[in-house]
Each structure stands twice: as structure tokens, then as C-alpha cells.
Nanobody, 120 residues
């Protein structure tokens, strides 16, 4: 019903930048909060940043000041601009969206994940 597709990952040197995108498609009424999560190798998945339908943002302490989350509601797309990247930012990054399917159903949707690798 809802598909989230991430793009923009890859390999970058420490101090560099990357921009991730997450495009939502399918049949739904509205997207509420969207978020980026990441899962470093051997660790648990953690929240990176979130943005609600009023464009209020929240960041993990480790990414505040370096990452910027944004969204284009007309395109149902969310972005994560990552700057001053560090090797510890290496992880699989996941897009998440809280989607209103109809007047009663809410669906927690996840993308397939995209690899970001920061070399030292």
C-alpha cells in the first residue's frame, strides 16, 4: 500500500557530505511524521532525525548541527543532508513514515535501507 524508497547513499571520506532522499508512493491520504533511522554494524537501530507534518524537527544528539532533515510534501519526499561526516556515521540508513491510509488506518512504513560508509 505504501512504498518508501531511499536513495543517495554511498561511500564518502570523513568530513564529506551526502544527501539521502526517501520517496513515498502508493495509496494513502496523508503522511504524518517521517524519520530517518540508522543501524551501525553490530548495533541496534537508532533514531537519527524526525520531521512532523508541521515541519517540526528533532535530532539525535550525535547528529545535531551536522545533519538537516527536510521534506517536500508535494512530492511526498523526505531528505537528510549529512555534513561533516564521521566514520561512526557508517550505517544502514532507513526511512520511516507514519502514514494515514484512510480515515481509520495508520500504517508504520519502512524503506529497505541504504548503506552509508564513511572512510577515515
Amino acid at each position: 500500500q505504501v512504498q518508501l524508497v531511499e536513495s543517495g547513499g554511498g561511500l564518502v571520506e570523513a568530513g564529506g557530505s551526502l544527501r539521502l532522499s526517501c520517496a513515498a508512493s502508493g495509496s494513502f491520504l496523508h503522511i504524518n511524521t517521517m524519520a530517518w533511522f540508522r543501524q551501525p554494524p553490530g548495533k541496534r537501530r537508532e533514531l537519527v532525525a524526525s520531521i512532523d507534518s508541521y515541519d517540526v524537527t528533532d535530532y539525535a544528539h550525535s547528529t545535531k548541527g551536522r545533519f538537516t532533515i527536510s521534506r517536500d510534501k508535494r512530492k511526498n519526499t523526505m531528505y537528510l543532508q549529512m555534513s561533516s561526516l564521521k566514520p561512526e556515521d557508517t550505517a544502514v540508513y532507513y526511512c520511516n513514515a507514519d502514514v494515514l491510509l484512510d480515515s481509520v488506518r495508520v500504517y508504520d512504513s519502512w524503506g529497505q535501507g541504504i548503506q552509508v560508509t564513511v572512510s577515515s
